[in-house]
Structure formats: structure tokens, C-alpha cells
């Protein structure tokens, strides 16, 4: 089990509606999930998920007379069996996370060693950081789609980097946040309107029950367009929207992605609520590459790099360095 644990004045589960007990709650969540989690039968696929034997497992763990804190702790490891760190049950004592989908792997970004590249005299432009390095590449750094990026900011930022012979757009450890946001930046990189995948839509109870896949498209942005070599850095950390940016990104026939898998987590979120007030957040709207392969489980990189021990001993970033001798090929 892996738990976030966040500041509470409570602990009380709600005692003032009606069918709430420990095994009413637990049926809910379990039920939610079955009916509206859209990667159900994707995972009973690839790892042998088998549902209705968790239910069978789990309900033998719950009693009518355990406290909130028991029955937080056995509906985390429920969730946790769906092996999704982007499925998230929030309570008053805390918000459980899977979190070995990324722990497992090796980080692949230094804060530290970021700032050598970035130096003294590095601009931050509505959300991203950017600098011209030494060899005449550009860099910038996308730490989060969850804040709006400006148009007059990203024709800002490339009308800087016009005298460079590449950009680095690096999102490692972007957690995601508005997908919007995520395809604003990736139509800077476009100039015909493109393919980049498909997404269903839950329309019944049943594992399989989803709307027709409806293609998704990114328009060429109406503002500045980088024209040049890019290559897009990735880690495990780089997830939810941004691992649609990352798709998105490897449609364009002058994009390169180097790094590692990224941590996966497409699909629209979905919230529900059980009887004692938590929260359950999850995929319902599951999403595919153009030749439809999910993108659940992350996107590979055109070339796999991992940062070096010796090369972190140095202060260097051993992908930062990859992309670069790309770019300057």
C-alpha cells in the first residue's frame, strides 16, 4: 500500500446517511469501479487483474465494527490493485496513490544538475523556464500543464529561441493538469492538422461498454511555430496530460523522444463519492495512439537513456546531453 498522507482536523466517517457502514462503503467502491474504470479488462490482459476475485479477497477483510482508519487502509489496497497511480481515494485522514509505477524506475532528473543548464539568467514565462544553452540549443522546461500557458508567451519564448539550431522541451516530472493547455503547447510544433489519436467513452455498466473511438486532432497553432529539430525529454514521472503531450509530440515527423517511458495515465478523469463522503478519482474515457495501441501503461522513447551515476557525480544530465548531440547532428 502507498498513501500520501495529508493534514486533517477530522477522522470521522459520516454517521447521517443512510446505509452507511463499513461493508456498504466497500460495495460501493468496489461497484464504481467495476461499472465505470475503463481499463478493467485492459489489465486482466496484461497482468491477469481478475476483479471479482479482489472482491471476493477484500470483502473478507471488512468488519461492521472497524474504525474509518482500518477501512481507508484495506479500500486503498483495493484501488492499489488496479496498479494505476493516476486512481486516487480521498478521505479526511489522508489520499492513497499507487506509486510504484514510477518508484520502480530510476528518476532520470536532478533539479541540481537542471540548474547548470539553466544557469544565473534563465526566464520563466507563464509556467515555463526556459534558456539558450552554450551550443546554441534552446531549453525549456514545462514543469506542469495545470496553470494556462498564454499565446503571447509561447510566441515569446519561440521568438527567443528562433537563433538556436533546436529546442529541448523538457517534461520530466510534469504531472499533468489541463490537457487543453497540454495540446496548446504541442499545435506550436505542427503545421498541418494531424492525427493523434482516438478516444472512447463509457456508455453502459460492462467492462467493454464504449462509445465508438472518435479521433482526436491537433491544429496548427495560429501563432509563432517552431520549425526545426526537437526532441521532447521524458521520465516515469512524466504522466496524465503530458503523457498525451508526449503522444501528441511523436506524431510530428521532426520530434524526437529521448529519456524514459513515461508514466502513462491517459483518459479523462471521473469522480465518484461513497456513502461516508471519500472521493474515488479515475480513467473513464480511455484514450489510444493513431494506430490504436493504449496509452495507458506510458509511451515508449525513441531512444532509451537513463542518467548515469558517474555523469551525476559530475553534474551532468546524461539525457540532457543525448539530446543534445541529436539536435546538433
Known amino acids: 500500500m502507498f498513501l500520501l498522507i495529508a493534514a486533517t482536523n477530522s477522522s470521522c466517517i459520516r454517521e447521517d446517511v443512510s446505509g452507511n457502514t463499513p461493508e456498504a462503503n466497500f460495495e460501493m467502491l468496489w461497484k464504481i469501479i467495476d461499472e465505470q474504470y475503463c481499463f478493467l479488462d485492459y489489465k486482466k490482459q496484461e497482468y491477469g487483474l481478475d476483479w471479482d ?8 477483510r471488512i468488519t461492521s465494527s472497524m474504525p474509518p482508519q482500518a477501512l481507508f487502509e484495506v479500500l486503498s489496497d483495493m484501488v492499489n490493485e488496479l496498479r494505476d ?4 481515494l480521498t478521505s479526511s485522514l489522508a489520499s492513497s496513490q499507487y506509486r510504484e509505477w514510477f518508484d520502480s524506475y530510476p528518476r532520470n532528473f536532478s533539479d541540481t544538475i537542471q540548474s547548470n543548464y539553466l544557469k544565473k539568467d534563465y526566464i520563466i ?48 516530472n510534469n504531472g499533468g493538469g489541463n490537457l487543453t493547455t497540454a495540446q496548446k503547447l504541442a499545435a506550436r510544433f505542427t503545421n498541418v492538422k494531424t492525427l493523434v489519436g482516438y478516444m472512447s ?26 520549425q526545426k529539430k526537437v526532441v521532447v525529454l521524458t521520465n516515469r514521472r512524466s504522466y496524465s496530460a503530458t503523457n498525451d503531450f508526449v503522444n501528441s509530440m511523436n506524431q510530428f515527423p521532426n520530434v524526437t523522444i529521448v529519456g524514459d517511458k513515461t508514466g502513462g495515465g491517459s483518459g479523462m478523469p471521473f469522480t465518484s ?31 532509451k537513456v537513463d542518467m548515469t551515476s558517474e555523469d551525476i557525480q559530475r553534474g551532468v544530465d546524461t539525457i540532457i546531453e543525448m539530446a543534445i548531440d541529436i539536435l546538433k547532428k
Not at 85 to 88: F, L, Y
Open 125 to 172: 514565462s507563464s509556467g515555463l523556464t526556459y534558456q539558450i544553452l552554450e551550443n546554441n540549443i534552446g531549453y525549456i522546461y514545462c514543469s506542469s500543464f495545470s496553470n494556462g500557458i498564454g499565446d503571447g508567451n509561447l510566441d515569446q519564448t519561440l521568438n527567443q529561441m528562433a537563433i538556436c539550431d533546436g529546442l529541448i522541451i523538457d517534461v520530466r
Open 201 to 226: 467513452h463509457k456508455t453502459g455498466p460492462g467492462h467493454n461498454d464504449f462509445s465508438k473511438p472518435q479521433p482526436v486532432y491537433i491544429e496548427p497553432s495560429e501563432g509563432i511555430r517552431w
Open 85 to 88: 497511480g493516476h486512481v486516487n
Open 273 to 303: 463519492e461513497i456513502p461516508n463522503g471519500w472521493t474515488i478519482r479515475f480513467s473513464a474515457s480511455p484514450m489510444f495512439d493513431p494506430q490504436m495501441n493504449q496509452l495507458e501503461f506510458g509511451i515508449d522513447p525513441d531512444v
Open 53 to 60: 476475485e479482489v472482491h471476493e479477497r477484500y470483502a473478507k
